[in-house]
């Protein structure tokens, strides 16, 4: 109980700094975009206060809906610590979501899916290929990948914004991009 309140406490504090360090309003409010090509959909979720996450999922209504957990083959192309574009490739469990209308990884930092092949670090993403499969089968887009161009997603006209400050993704953002995984 203590820590419950030793935490509202710092929400509150932070949320009194931010106003009276002449933040706009909306600083630490959590900002939400969603891309959907087919059945898949990407979201990303960011605030002020907040690292951008990014979350990957598959609608029932694709090829793979009714299995019981799916994997997405994520290739990244970024520029890495030296200027130079690399690419990186990483296979990802996502469950079902609990509502019923898909799959969705957690919320992921890009540590969480991008392996830096170099050591040299990162300084930003140019694309996102996903392929999705479940045993023998794929749905790969026809063999194209489902391609997510990061300025694409952040100009989605697809969004929401919830006014709860907080380091994680709060519930309604997730109820949001839920909501967008079943249409």
Known sequence: MKKLALIAGLVVFSAGVLKASNYPADYSYQKVHVLSKGPMLAATVGSGIMDQKLIIGYKKSGILGAFDKIFAVVKVTYYGGDGNMKVSERVLEIQKDWHGTGFLTPAMIHQDYITIVDGLGFRGIQRIELAFFSGSQWDSNYGANYVIDPNELAA?????????????????????ITSQLGK
């Open 156 to 176: 989605s006209n697809i969004q929401f914004v919830s006014q709860e400050a907080s380091y994680e993704v709060s519930i309604p953002c997730w109820n949001f």
